[in-house]
């Protein structure tokens, strides 16, 4: 779904969506959320299924950015080493990292009956961001069984799903209201063929004030009357840059590791675009993959083939890279409504102000 046009928020719009306008938009690419909610308790589990296949076996190429690493996320120093994707990538609360690996490695194994036993172990790819403000996170209310039907209705019907308080971005806030989940999708025509951009955010960064839309400055505009909301509930927001954000990008256009890496620097620029500096305390990192080169696990070949992309062409790759996400962060604050969390904390929805 991404930003509805209709919605009176106005985005650069240079590049065409996809059907969806969702990171499913690639061929094979599934998602789907596991939300936990029970008055204090605002967290959940969003998986993301690379392909369809066995995601060991037949590896994506990937690479990814540290844009600033105040960060608990697992798997991404081999990721960065190797320049492949060898499992789903979990996302969830930063203290529930571990149970999110434990879940994922266990999938992973009873697929696999060769890991740990004729060949080397498995990386699990867990990402996270800090829900405490809205979520009990003392409390590690994600329990394997939540990544499990996460990945189960992945398999099953995970070309659609939900954006904004869902899954990992239950408990989420961003830039003074509330954030979660969004994604979007572009369209690329490269040698006379199209190929898809997809982008998928997990967002809970930024001060409050500092929201920009298209240039607009929301947030400095709505201020007065979100810290009036704030004052009247007994409740205030802060106004540090701090929290995380999880940037996924997918396509289906062959690129190497290297250039992949290079894509998700520009993840940077989505994040200025939309009120970020990248504060101290907000960890923001980027995984791009492309699903068109794969790296088996096992081949008699000693060389696999693989097509990339020429560098002369990578700029029709990078911009409508930074409009996917930049839309998707947006579209994150769009969606997600207003939550009422642990400690009588109440962060608000953006749809209240606009």
Request: glycine share 12%; hydrophobic share 35%.
């Amino acid at each position: 779904m991404g930003l509805p046009r209709d919605c009176g928020l106005e985005l650069h719009h240079k590049w065409k969506s996809g059907k969806q306008n969702k990171i499913t938009d690639v061929r094979g690419l599934k998602v789907a959320n596991v939300t936990i909610q029970d008055n204090e308790i605002n967290t959940g589990v969003t998986a993301i299924l690379p392909h369809e296949g066995n995601i060991f076996k037949s590896k994506l190429v990937a690479g990814a950015s540290v844009l600033n690493g105040f960060g608990k996320s697992l798997g991404i120093v081999q990721l960065k080493e190797l320049g492949n994707i060898e499992t789903p990538i979990i996302m969830t609360n930063t203290l529930s990292v571990g149970e999110a690996a434990t879940a994922l490695t266990k999938y992973c194994l009873e697929q696999n009956e060769d890991i740990g036993v004729t060949t080397g172990t498995v990386n699990p790819l867990v990402t996270e961001c800090n829900d405490g403000m809205l979520n009990d996170i003392r409390g590690l209310h994600v329990r394997e069984e939540h990544v499990r039907e996460a990945l189960k209705l992945a398999e099953e019907s995970g070309t659609d799903f939900d954006e904004g308080a869902v899954g990992a971005g239950t408990g989420m806030c961003c830039l003074g209201f509330k954030g979660g989940i969004g994604s979007a999708s572009r369209c690329v025509e490269l040698d006379e063929n199209e190929y898809v951009i997809g982008a998928l955010v997990l967002s809970n960064f930024g001060g409050e004030g500092n929201l920009v839309i298209g240039g607009r400055h929301y947030g400095s505009e709505l201020l007065p009357e979100l810290k009036a909301r704030q004052k009247s509930d007994a409740d205030e927001a802060s106004a540090e840059d701090k929290g995380s954000i999880i940037m996924i990008i997918a396509t289906d256009i062959p690129l190497s590791s290297r250039q992949l890496d290079r894509l998700a620097n520009r993840a940077a620029i989505a994040l200025g675009r939309t009120g970020s500096y990248m504060g101290n305390g907000s960890g923001d990192i980027a995984i791009a993959f492309s699903t068109a080169n794969r790296m088996p696990h096992y081949s008699d070949d000693k060389f696999v083939e693989m097509k990339v992309l020429h560098e002369d062409a990578i700029d029709k790759v990078f911009e409508p890279v930074v409009e996917a996400l930049e839309e998707s962060i947006i579209s994150s604050l769009y969606h997600a409504k207003t939550t009422q969390g642990v400690r009588g904390k109440i962060v608000y929805g953006l749809r209240e102000f606009i």
